[in-house]
């Protein structure tokens, strides 16, 4: 799914989508940067933050397939950036990651809603393969992924916004200078790693892309 003319770090984990492949191609005569929408997967797209290392873990939250058709039917390109650190831990495999992202594309293309770019972090400081034992730029807080997808993807980052329900998708975000909206699904906030503070807090990713689309024109 990757072009083969480009290869990321062992780390890094990335499916491009055919949006995604055709940008990564253009973006060397592309000069009009675009404005993303950068999701955390789970708890804003799937689940309430247990862990997902099967594709039977994976389950869409309510309206979520909706709210990304409305993001592709405005042409913002849908880039997921995902911890995915139980790979370093070994409780799934890169195969396993693979296979859950194909659920995730299924569940999606079953409701008319498709993302463009899928980046995971891989590493992890306690991880028990040893390639993966690391402190990682691509690992949220550190905000690698949305730089990579940024330079991928011809991405203007701070026209862009992160929706996470976690307090290191929102310092992700605030590092690369985007807008961050908090959603109350999934952890909602209440992971305790850093004290945050998002631009805005709302119920789920439907109301997030509500703001990120803004108003219907009254015309
Ligand atoms: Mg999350």
Request: hydrophobic residues 40%; proline residues 5%; glycine residues 8%.
């Amino acid at each position: 799914m990757t072009d083969p003319n480009v290869s990321y770090p062992a780390e890094l984990y990335v499916r491009l989508y055919e949006r995604g492949r055709r940008r990564l191609r253009a973006r060397e005569s592309e000069t009009v940067q675009v404005a993303a929408a950068f999701l955390d997967r789970d708890g804003v797209i799937n689940n309430k933050g247990h862990y997902v290392n099967r594709p039977a873990d994976f389950e869409l939250l309510p309206g979520v397939g909706d709210a990304i058709r409305r993001l592709n039917e405005a042409s913002v390109p849908v880039v997921v950036v995902t911890n995915q650190g139980g790979v370093a831990m070994e409780y799934l495999s890169i195969e396993d990651l693979d296979d859950i992202q194909d659920r995730m594309d299924e569940d999606l293309a079953a409701l008319g809603a498709h993302v463009d770019a899928v980046y995971g972090a891989l590493a992890y400081p306690e991880g028990t393969l040893r390639a993966l034992r690391k402190e990682s730029l691509y690992r949220k807080p550190a905000a690698g992924m949305l730089y990579q997808a940024a330079d991928d993807l011809g991405i203007d980052l701070a026209a862009s916004t992160m929706v996470g329900d976690t307090s290191t998708d929102i310092a992700a975000g605030k590092s690369a200078g985007c807008r961050t909206i908090l959603v109350r699904t999934g952890f909602a906030g209440r992971d305790g790693r850093a004290e945050v503070h998002p631009d805005h807090v709302v119920a789920d990713l439907s109301a997030a892309v509500d703001l990120i689309l803004g108003p219907p024109d009254s015309a």
